[in-house]
Structures are given as C-alpha cells and as structure tokens.
C-alpha cells in the first residue's frame, strides 16, 4: 500500500485523493469528447464539471457523515477534514445527480441528453478512483489464502476487492461502447445501462468487501449499500425499458366535411 506517494515539500499527496484528481479530468475529457456525438457545445461541459464535481463531493461526504454519525459525535473535530477521506460513492452519485439536473434546468439542456453524455465518463472515474482505494489501503476485501495484497497494520493477504470493481465496471463501460458503436441504444438507454453495470458490480463487489468495512443489516448477509444497489438497478432497468418504448405518433386532426 502507498497512502503517501510522494511529498512537495513538506505537502503529502495522498493516492487516493490523487487518483480522485485523475479520474475527474479524464471523466471530464470523455464528456467533452461524448458531447459532440451526442449533440450539444462542449464548452458547456467544463462549467458543468465543475459544479458536478463540487456536488459530487459534498454529497460523498455529506452521506458518509450520516452513516457514520456514532463516530463523529464524539470526534467533531474531524467533521471538516478537507482530506479525500470520509468519502462514500453512492453519496457522490446523489448530490451530482441534483446538481445536474438543477443546471440542466437552469441552462435549458436536455437532462437525458446530459445523462448519457456522462454515464461513461462517470464508471470509467469511478474505475480510477478505486485504484486510489487500492493504494490507499482502504475498502479491501477479506483475509485470504490464496492471491491477495498486503494492507498496512494488518498480518496476512487480503482479496484486492477494489481492483475487481474497477474491472468489472470497464467490462460495463465496453459493452455499452461497443452497443453505442452498432446503433442499439436510444435515447437515454446508455445512462440506463451505466447505472445497472455500477450497481451490479457494487453489489458483488460488497461479498468480497463485507465483513471489512461495509455495514451488514442486522443477521442478514447483506450490506446497505447491497440494497441500494439492488434499487439502483431495477431503476436502471424501469429506465432502460421506458426509453426503448416507441414514441406514440400524433395522429393528423379530422377535417370537417363540407
């Protein structure tokens, strides 16, 4: 594990907010670039980044302090670290979700367009952002036997559980590429599948992850963020099945015979 990989001065840079830094601006380069094959100005989408990833942050944060809100009564002093820590994703997802749509509908943009433009951009940061876990040493999966990696203050080898999400969420981002390519998919159905390739692999990830870091409910086998996952894919799916619905044709008025 590399916490620190290298310091300016007598400033840390941390991986995992690192990997965070990289994952924005290549998130923020594809959208750019889908912009043009989806239709719209692509200058637009650097103003847009910006208050997605703002959003995105805050809300990451903002929900991790609601899970963890046992622990931060009795450490307030840690409540505003300004470090990439303290992060959950589903939390980022929510607050740059209402961030787009507030300037969607601010700036008169189609909001399924925009959806689709970042669907893509948005796993593949997601992919890098658990790179920085990884390096991090934090989100590992359970002490194993077999291939495994070594985590700091910790005897043994533990299942790299972040680098399987991220490989499962870029065989996500080249199946919905390759159906993009081939013409398969209307309007809106790319963000549809995006959300369903993330909440699966979320949810399996968690198998490998539970018992690390993630939350059971009660006895059950099953985690919060396992459930969150399960809702986020039926919406993808109820998403996905709504926008191939064929679009009902108006038909001609009657005209008056006379």
């Keep these: 594990m590399h916490p620190v990989l290298f310091t300016v001065g007598s400033v840390p840079i941390r991986s995992f907010g690192l990997m965070l830094v990289i994952g924005f601006m290549v998130a923020i380069a594809l959208a750019t670039k889908r912009t043009r094959q989806f239709g719209g100005d692509p200058d637009r989408i650097w103003d847009l980044s910006f208050y997605l990833i703002i959003a995105g942050v805050l809300g990451a944060r903002l929900l991790y302090l609601a899970q963890e809100y046992k622990y931060y009564q009795t450490h307030t002093s840690e409540l505003f670290s300004i470090q990439f820590a303290g992060l959950t994703s589903f939390g980022g997802l929510i607050g740059g979700g209402i961030a787009l749509f507030i300037w969607c509908r601010k700036n008169q943009w189609p909001l399924v ?65 390759a159906m993009e390519k081939r013409g398969m998919l209307k309007s809106g159905q790319s963000f549809s599948l995006a959300m369903m390739g993330y909440s ?40 996905l099945i709504l926008a191939g619905r064929p679009k009902p044709v108006a038909s001609a008025p009657e005209q008056n015979a006379g």
């Design 200 to 239: 699966l692999s979320r949810f399996i990830y968690e198998y490998w992850r539970m018992g690390s870091s993630s939350t059971t409910i009660g006895n059950l086998p099953i985690t919060e963020a396992q459930v969150f996952s399960a809702l986020m894919f039926l919406a993808g799916l109820a998403c």
């Design 113 to 177: 367009r925009a959806l689709d433009i970042f669907g893509i951009p948005v796993l593949i940061a997601h992919a890098i952002g658990r790179v920085g876990c990884l390096l991090n040493g934090c989100c590992f999966g359970h002490q194993t036997s077999g291939f495994g990696v070594h985590v700091e203050g910790l005897p043994g080898l533990y299942v790299p559980a972040q680098i399987y999400d991220s490989g499962m969420v870029l065989v996500a981002v080249a199946a919905i590429l």
